[in-house]
């Protein structure tokens, strides 16, 4: 995992670069990075044909500070896109506001998203498309299947008293898959500022991740196969007339 000390010096630095936009990094397995806005103009091999689009509704969650019971809500919009530019599948989770009934704004830290073993990623998020926000870090388990996303400023949602509710941009994950499964897991860690101290987290099932693709039969299997199918039907006795 990313140390906090070492995190500060990650945000300094993508502070210095300013809010220009770039191409996404490649994230390996225990790897961190990094995580920059983009836009398709900058990265044309993330322009493609949205193929898997729905949404998550999320778990209410809980906590009860003394005599108050606190209660929010999150839905996960699940994305994917085949790329133009080489069909591969560019996975775009994003982060959508339900409610937040409580007395203090809820603040979301991260996010993990599991399911990519074995197949390459690269990270970044998309600032041409709806959003206020996107993760500022990105690192990968050892053994690749996990991505955890952090934001350098948390995402702010705040209470039922009029105020902001940030979502966050489509995070892009580029990968070298041609196929998927919605069977990948995310979860949300977060917390409420000052009223209800420590982290809890928010599972959703379903999202979209790769998978490799169906392989197919030689030629020569399927001529073969063929074959004796016909073969099958010659031998099968006539009804009498």
Known sequence: MITAHFKIILLTAALSMGVSTGNAATLNPGGSTIVTGTTEASSPE???????DNLINGPNVEQIPGNAVFVANFDVQN???RSDLDGTLIFAPRILFGFNIALSPFLI???TLTGFAG???DVAYRTDGPGDR??????????GDALDFTFGFPLFVNNLVAGPAQESYFTSI???AIAFENTGRLSIFGRWQGDAPGTVRIDYTGLAVPVPAPVPLPASI???LGSFGVLLGLRRPRRPA
């Open 174 to 176: 580029k990968t070298n």
């Open 119 to 121: 197949f390459d990623t």
């Open 109 to 111: 830290d991260s996010f």
């Open 46 to 52: 993330l322009a493609g044909t949205v193929i898997n």
């Open 79 to 81: 994305r994917v896109v």
């Open 222 to 224: 399927v001529f073969l």
């Open 134 to 143: 996107g993760p500022t870090f990105a690192e990968r388990s050892l053994s």
